[in-house]
């Protein structure tokens, strides 16, 4: 595969409008109306403490009756992290809920607010933030080689994670968004990459859907490509350097990973996918220039969305990766999208991911989509 054209990557996070972090399953705004609140006070009849959300199954009387209304909030790993349990809240405790409504008429609210009732005090809200860079910067670990170690030192753990965008566009577009990718005016799509008409149509489709066609939201599809490196849960690079290949655990995804070569071989793979080329995550193919590790990413499928926000790809799709390690606890990723199909031209962008050291990565499954 020949290279993309280079591209100048520039870092534009400042345009970039992360109003929370990425939901973990769906954009929020996907299954709810952020435009119509809800508060109710009710009595506590469940809580469903899995993933992908959390549901806490509520009692309301009205004129109606007693209606059960569920509760969606975020996933067991953010609220675990957060300070919060199962048992934070249990049947028979009294609480006022301030939410916005499911857009298809359910009784269902995503709840923006949980408080007890007697004490008004906040509940299972995420408060999860990056750990705090050390004021001296610690100096990037290497290999006997020289070469950078973008994983842990041996038996010491620790992945990357709290990305500093979620979303993807290209640099200088300057274009607001949320953190899940949805735009603040669907009038700024054609600013956010060089779409094809067809891809800048099925883009406006699915941003006007709110994302509700995000098949890792219908059918959890795995987030490949870009995607994994947008997730609050974060990847582990687990590198087996006699081998010249590094596994790329996915804290998301159904524990799912990639594999990128070291050795030189021809970036090659059936279409249909084999143990080299997961369709998902395409066959990636890495050296190294200097301290930067570059990877080339072809055989892709069209069966799942490369990057929050829809961005529409084809199969014709290649990505040219840089991922650079300047201190001990900041990674630089880098971006190339090169996709014919979709886009007039290749386009870039980039990011950071900060390192949580000393643990492994969470435990997720997307194992009931509650659509």
């Given at each position: 595969?020949?290279?993309?054209?280079?591209?100048?990557?520039?870092?534009?996070?400042?345009?970039?409008?992360?109003?929370?972090?990425?939901?973990?399953?769906?954009?929020?705004?996907?299954?709810?109306?952020?435009?119509?609140?809800?508060?109710?006070?009710?009595?506590?009849?469940?809580?469903?403490?899995?993933?992908?959300?959390?549901?806490?199954?509520?009692?309301?009387?009205?004129?109606?009756?007693?209606?059960?209304?569920?509760?969606?909030?975020?996933?067991?790993?953010?609220?675990?992290?957060?300070?919060?349990?199962?048992?934070?809240?249990?049947?028979?405790?009294?609480?006022?809920?301030?939410?916005?409504?499911?857009?298809?008429?359910?009784?269902?609210?995503?709840?923006?607010?949980?408080?007890?009732?007697?004490?008004?005090?906040?509940?299972?809200?995420?408060?999860?933030?990056?750990?705090?860079?050390?004021?001296?910067?610690?100096?990037?670990?290497?290999?006997?080689?020289?070469?950078?170690?973008?994983?842990?030192?041996?038996?010491?753990?620790?992945?990357?994670?709290?990305?500093?965008?979620?979303?993807?566009?290209?640099?200088?577009?300057?274009?607001?968004?949320?953190?899940?990718?949805?735009?603040?005016?669907?009038?700024?799509?054609?600013?956010?990459?060089?779409?094809?008409?067809?891809?800048?149509?099925?883009?406006?489709?699915?941003?006007?859907?709110?994302?509700?066609?995000?098949?890792?939201?219908?059918?959890?599809?795995?987030?490949?490509?870009?995607?994994?490196?947008?997730?609050?849960?974060?990847?582990?690079?687990?590198?087996?350097?006699e081998r010249n290949r590094i596994f790329v655990l996915l804290g998301s995804g159904n524990r799912n990973y990639r594999i990128i070569y070291l050795d030189g071989r021809?970036?090659?793979?059936?279409?249909?996918?084999?143990?080299?080329?997961?369709?998902?995550?395409?066959?990636?193919?890495?050296?190294?220039?200097?301290?930067?590790?570059?990877?080339?990413?072809?055989?892709?499928?069209?069966?799942?969305?490369?990057?929050?926000?829809?961005?529409?790809?084809?199969?014709?799709?290649?990505?040219?990766?840089?991922?650079?390690?300047?201190?001990?606890?900041?990674?630089?990723?880098?971006?190339?999208?090169?996709?014919?199909?979709?886009?007039?031209?290749?386009?870039?962008?980039?990011?950071?991911?900060r390192w949580v050291g000393g643990e492994e990565l969470p435990v997720y499954f997307c194992q009931d989509n509650r659509s």
């Open positions: 595969m020949s290279r993309p054209a280079a591209l100048g990557i520039g870092f534009a996070l400042g345009a970039l409008l992360l109003a929370q972090a990425a939901s973990a399953h769906h954009a929020v705004v996907a299954k709810f109306d952020d435009t119509k609140a809800l508060r109710f006070d009710g009595i506590v009849t469940s809580v469903d403490w899995r993933n992908p959300h959390v549901h806490v199954f509520v009692n309301v009387t009205n004129a109606a009756g007693v209606q059960n209304w569920a509760v969606e909030l975020e996933s067991t790993v953010l609220l675990v992290k957060s300070g919060w349990s199962h048992d934070t809240l249990r049947p028979g405790d009294a609480v006022t809920v301030d939410g916005i409504v499911a857009r298809d008429g359910t009784r269902q609210v995503w709840g923006r607010d949980v408080l007890e009732s007697a004490t008004q005090r906040k509940v299972l809200y995420v408060t999860d933030t990056a750990p705090q860079a050390p004021l001296s910067p610690r100096p990037t670990p290497r290999w006997p080689d020289g070469k950078p170690r973008l994983g842990a030192v041996d038996g010491t753990g620790g992945y990357w994670a709290y990305p500093t965008s979620t979303v993807l566009a290209q640099a200088g577009a300057n274009v607001a968004m949320d953190a899940d990718g949805v735009l603040a005016k669907l009038a700024d799509a054609p600013r956010v990459a060089p779409f094809q008409p067809w891809a800048l149509g099925l883009y406006e489709h699915r941003q006007s859907r709110h994302l509700a066609d995000d098949p890792g939201y219908l059918n959890c599809k795995a987030p490949g490509a870009v995607r994994q490196f947008q997730s609050p849960y974060g990847v582990q690079f687990v590198e087996d350097h021809d970036q090659q793979g059936q279409v249909q996918g084999d143990d080299d080329n997961p369709l998902y995550y395409g066959r990636a193919v890495g050296r190294w220039e200097g301290d930067t590790l570059v990877v080339e990413t072809t055989g892709f499928n069209e069966d799942f969305w490369f990057t929050n926000g829809g961005l529409p790809h084809t199969d014709r799709m290649s990505l040219v990766e840089r991922f650079s390690r300047p201190t001990e606890d900041s990674l630089r990723y880098e971006v190339t999208v090169d996709d014919p199909g979709a886009y007039t031209k290749p386009w870039s962008s980039g990011w950071e991911l």
